[in-house]
């Protein structure tokens, strides 16, 4: 290539909506306390980090053979999973789907559903990657506002439908960024009038409210009615890369269809196995962890801030008028949070207590050096 150097994205031919795009991805650094991704922050226990260990060894023994590419043992723990502790009703394999994340689980589902021609309806603000599912896959991305107190009520989400006939419908509840939670008359509504699948996105399920809930008990009666979820955030598992869904046995068949051969490791079904095999302590920081969610609400409105409330394992708040000095502030301590939802807010994840106090003292004196420097800075 001679003195031509290295090449760079504008040297190729790139798909032209892809030009300009950055990778997705919150930040990533090497800092004390990270409460900026919605993890869990507490680690499996010795005992089932020794099982995983001892299974990912045996699966290791039978490396040089293609993986179960129905994922039947996983699929079929899944599905208990969901009848015993979540609320589901007569789930078995075949009403199950699991893939890497909860990310390839929707891309899936618009492989299957959407694509050219087609179309893709969510309620903002809500998760970022939704436009990008949709751009890889040639879906065109639609978007209804939520009410201004982030809620969405039957007859916003109907007249958003009504409006639009999209091919999939993706309600996120609790919702994220917001942590705001949907109820069922709206996911009801919701199925009423769309035309094509509707996918209840239950990522954060877990950590809602006592009295909230799950999508999961529509699903007998509505066979277009998709609900995602994901073993990365109550369960501990986020560096395990494990979603599913819960539908009828027709959607997991279109998924079947559009699925990449062997899409699931050996070692992603084996360890995925034993996680929910303990699925009782692998979450059992959930209870915990919803009380200093419900916690930092109070203190935060203690402070005069914004606060949404939230069904999530995270907490948005504000409004500051330079959001990114009050995050660029805690980051100096050591604190990251997220930069992301609504102009002026910021999010912040539910970590361990020390966690949270470390977060609290540094909100403490960026908010005391604002009051002292111009008053308070908040957008009224």
Known sequence: ??????????????????????????????????????????????RVRGQIAAAAAEAAAGMNRYPDREASALRTRLAAYLNERQGGQGLGLANIWAANGSNEVMTHLLQAFAGPGRSLLSFTPTYSMYPEYARNTHTRYLT?????????TPELAVAAVQQH???????????????????LDTVRALLEAAPGIVVVDEAYQEFVRPGTPSALELLPE????????????AFAFAGGRLGYLAASS???????????????????????????????EMMGHVDELRAGRDELVDWLRGQGLEVVPSDANFVLFGRFAD?????????DDGVLIRETGPEGMLRVSIGTPEELQAFKDSLSRKLESLRQAQGPERER
């Open 250 to 280: 027709a959607v997991v068949d279109a998924c079947r269809i559009i699925r990449l051969p062997y899409h699931l490791s050996t070692v992603t079904q084996a360890v995925a196995c034993v996680a929910l095999d303990n699925a009782a």
């Open 323 to 331: 959001r990114h000095a009050v995050w660029q502030a805690l980051l």
């Open 144 to 152: 209804a506002p939520r009410a201004e107190d982030f809620t969405l």
């Open 1 to 46: 290539m001679g003195d031509a150097g290295p090449a760079t994205l504008a040297d190729l031919p790139l798909r032209p909506e892809l030009v300009g795009e950055e990778p997705y991805g919150a930040p990533q650094l090497d800092v004390p306390v990270l409460l900026n991704v919605n993890e869990n922050p507490y680690p499996p226990s010795a």
């Open 165 to 183: 006939r999209p091919d999939v419908v993706v309600l996120t509840t609790p919702n994220n960024p917001t942590g705001t939670a949907t109820g």
């Open 222 to 233: 509505h066979p277009r009615l998709v609900v995602s979820r994901t073993m990365s955030k």
